[in-house]
């Protein structure tokens, strides 16, 4: 069984690579130069990506080569694309590729999510060397394919529930490198497309079955938004972003994680005392069903670069 298990993985991984790569095998002119470059951007939740011909290395003319030149950023874009998007950390122990080869996303999928990609029209350069193409893919169109669940789980209930106020939203800091809990060492907090919260007896708090599938499913809402410290110490009546505001509200419970957790530290953990505070309310444990959750993490981390 185990043996299967192997050659099965095999081949997916063998059927990966030729995927990722196969595009490079169409027709192109030889000699053409075609890259992409852009970002993944954790706070607005979307991937901006730029992929560039050299028209000059194919002996392409404006304007009569235009519709060749898109042709070729056509047939190349899956091929350029798609090994961004399996790069991805879904959550603490696995990557989107990982999930790919595991047969939780298909390469159907996985294709129908880069082709869905919002664009402008291809346009040349001022000086016509390069014909550019634009593309922007929301992340919550990857993580909406792995909301399987239809009704949302509920958080655990305390046996002794401690008294909290209803709050608007849940704002957990983590900004710093912290301990990562079982490891004598410390780490800052990783983003990914499914993080849980623990408390520091490492209770599951927060996890992606726990929320509203007519919310998180539809690929417009994450289960966790990513941001900075700027946007929670605003001189603003709320001390918050206007744009947070209309998910965490103008009263939101402010936490800062203890520690971390994960094979890649994905997960925060928080004190007992704090996590109660969310499960002892009707109210509070709403705010986990609607996502209405922010992980504030280090600067750096909130923007990748390709």
């Not at 290395?57 to 694309?81: T, W």
């Not at 996590?275 to 959750?293: Q, T």
Request: one cysteine or more.
């Amino acid at each position: 069984m185990k043996m299967l298990q192997k050659q099965q993985t095999a081949v997916i991984t063998a059927f990966l690579m030729f995927i990722t790569s196969a595009f490079s095998l169409f027709p192109v002119p030889e000699g053409s130069r075609i890259t992409i470059n852009g970002f993944l951007d954790w706070q607005s939740g979307e991937i901006e990506a730029v992929t560039e011909l050299d028209i000059t290395s194919i002996g392409i003319r404006f304007p009569s080569g235009r519709i060749q030149a898109e042709e070729i950023l056509k047939d190349e874009y899956l091929g350029l694309v798609k090994p961004i998007l399996l790069s991805i950390q879904a959550d603490s122990s696995s990557t989107v590729e990982d999930l790919v080869l595991r047969g939780d996303l298909a390469f159907r999928q996985l294709d129908e999510i880069c082709l869905a990609a919002s664009k402008v029209t291809p346009y040349f350069s001022i000086d016509l060397t390069r014909f550019s193409g634009r593309y922007s893919i929301k992340l919550g169109s990857i993580s909406s394919t792995l909301i399987r669940h239809r009704q949302p789980g509920e958080p655990g209930r305390p046996l002794v529930p401690t008294p909290a106020a209803n709050y608007t939203g849940i704002i957990i800091i983590a900004d710093t490198p912290l301990p990562i809990h079982g490891r004598n060492s410390s780490a800052l907090l990783q983003p990914c497309l499914f993080p849980k919260i623990w408390d520091d007896e490492m209770n599951l708090i927060y996890e992606r079955n726990l929320t509203d599938p007519a919310l998180t499913g539809t690929g417009e809402k994450p289960m966790v938004h990513y941001t900075n410290t700027q946007n929670i110490f605003r001189p603003t009546p709320s001390g918050i972003d206007d744009k947070l505001v209309s998910l965490v509200g103008d009263r939101p419970l402010r936490i800062f994680a203890s520690s971390v957790f994960g094979i890649v530290p994905t997960d925060p953990v928080i004190n007992r005392a704090d996590a109660l505070l969310i499960l002892s309310n009707e109210n509070n444990r709403g705010l986990l069903r609607e996502g209405r959750v922010v992980f504030v993490i280090n600067d750096d981390l909130l923007k990748f670069t390709f």
